[in-house]
């Protein structure tokens, strides 16, 4: 029903920055709220940041509040997850997620659909 297909992980230095891009196909109509979450071996997903299907609430974990920002394209078939002063601890694979919403207030809890992921390595 919903595809998620996550692009721009890879290898970057501590301090430096990376933007991650997540794209939507098949059925994606304008109620779609989505967001980011991060996972390391032997760890439990963790979430990262989501946006309201209206792109017009944003919200972060505590441990990246003030360096990364979720956007998203008008049409909402694209998320951006743009990360700043990366850090060795944020080295993690990503994944894009999607669910339904019928009021713009996502659950985080209630995300459906996940991208492959993608690998982000922070080096110190």
């Known amino acids: 029903q919903v595809q998620l297909v996550e692009s721009g992980g890879g290898l970057v230095q501590a301090g430096g920055s990376l933007r991650l891009s997540c794209a939507a196909s098949?059925?994606?109509?304008?109620?779609?709220?989505m967001g980011w979450f991060r996972q390391t071996p032997g760890k439990d997903r963790e979430f990262v940041a989501a946006i309201s299907k209206s792109g017009g609430s944003t919200y972060y974990a505590d441990s990246v509040k003030g360096r990364f920002i979720i956007s998203g394209a008008n049409a909402k078939n694209t998320v951006y997850l743009q990360m700043n002063n990366l850090r060795p601890e944020d080295t993690a694979v990503y994944y894009c997620?999607?669910?339904?919403?019928?009021?713009?207030?996502?659950?985080?809890?209630?995300?459906?659909?996940w991208g492959q992921g993608t690998q982000v390595t922070v080096s110190s």
């Open positions: 098949g059925r994606t109509f304008s109620s779609l709220a």
């Open positions: 997620a999607a669910q339904w919403s019928l009021l713009d207030v996502p659950n985080i809890s209630g995300y459906e659909y």
